[in-house]
């Protein structure tokens, strides 16, 4: 078995156009990641990039090199820790999403000899959103840090 580990820095990018309706006016987030280009970021929480109250998602892309010859047999990739949801793309063709652990993905058949890209969509939970309406209004007053938490965090 060869593992491979799609460490280093991945462009990171909120796509408005797939992003939920929202439960907030506008979204909360930097302008930079609402870019076109996106940011080039290392795989950490959102709450580090300011998405303490960011509902929907954010999409993830890197690419590497693949020696079929040194692959061999069947290819899976594991995200490693995603909060909370996730889908795939490799070279553009959709590979499936998961909603919970594990995030492992069969990817063979759409491998290229060559260079590689990797798309993950992660989703988080909507009460990143309600926050900013106050949390006694929803009796959310126990949730902690970890409940805002999202992201994903690898190793892939």
């Not at 040194?70 to 290819?75: L, M, Y």
């Not at 069969?106 to 900013?132: F, S, W």
Request: aromatic share 10%.
């Amino acid at each position: 078995m060869t593992v491979a580990t799609l460490d280093g820095l991945w462009n990171v990018r909120i796509n408005r156009s797939v992003q939920p309706p929202p439960a907030a006016p506008e979204l909360i987030a930097p302008k930079v990641l609402l870019s076109e280009e996106g940011d080039m970021r290392a795989l950490e929480s959102w709450l580090q990039w300011g998405l303490g109250q960011f509902t929907g998602f954010v999409d993830y892309t890197t690419s590497f090199q693949l020696d079929l010859d040194v692959a061999g047999g069947q290819v899976v990739l594991d995200l490693g820790k995603v909060k909370h949801t996730a889908e795939v793309w490799v070279n553009g063709k959709m590979i499936g999403y998961r909603l919970w652990p594990p995030f492992e993905f069969e990817i063979t058949d759409a491998l290229q000899p060559g260079e590689n890209q990797v798309k993950v969509r992660v989703g988080n939970l909507l009460c990143n959103a309600m926050r900013q309406y106050g949390r006694k209004a929803w009796d959310w007053s126990k949730l902690t840090k970890e409940d805002f938490d999202a992201g994903l965090f690898g190793p892939v």
